[in-house]
């Protein structure tokens, strides 16, 4: 098993930025290849970030642009998610996900263990 705690949501005006962070615990990190998702209000989840396990390749949802940004360090267990310009829009449970094969990232790839989410609410 392996366990997910993400931190670092909350309010943040438009234009803002903020950092999610998810802190992995069960498996070897480096082993892990990691994603963030998010669920915004009346949508169902979806794919928005993931990096394999060294950290070296990352993918991006071509919908939220250049604005989202992950990476992890693997010496702390731990992903973050960058969000910068912060839109209404973003406002979201965002969910980070751990899969174990490391060499899989990308929206096709069938992650195995999830956080219990973190609120990010964009408003003025």
């Known amino acids: 098993q392996v366990q997910l705690v993400e931190s670092g949501g909350g309010s943040v005006q438009p234009g803002g930025s903020v950092r999610l962070s998810c802190t992995a615990s069960?498996?070897?990190?480096?082993?892990?290849?990691m994603g963030w998702f998010r669920r915004t209000p009346g949508n169902e989840r979806e794919f928005v970030a993931g990096i394999s396990g060294s950290g070296g390749s990352t993918a991006v949802a071509a919908s939220v642009g250049g604005r989202f940004t992950i990476s992890r360090d693997n010496a702390k267990n731990t992903v973050y998610l960058q969000i910068g310009s912060l839109e209404p829009q973003d406002t979201a449970v965002y969910y980070c996900?751990?899969?174990?094969?490391?060499?899989?990232?990308?929206?096709?790839?069938?992650?195995?263990?999830w956080g219990q989410g973190t609120q990010v609410t964009v408003s003025s």
């Open positions: 069960g498996r070897t990190f480096d082993t892990l290849a």
């Open positions: 996900a751990a899969r174990l094969n490391p060499q899989c990232w990308g929206p096709t790839c069938q992650f195995n263990f």
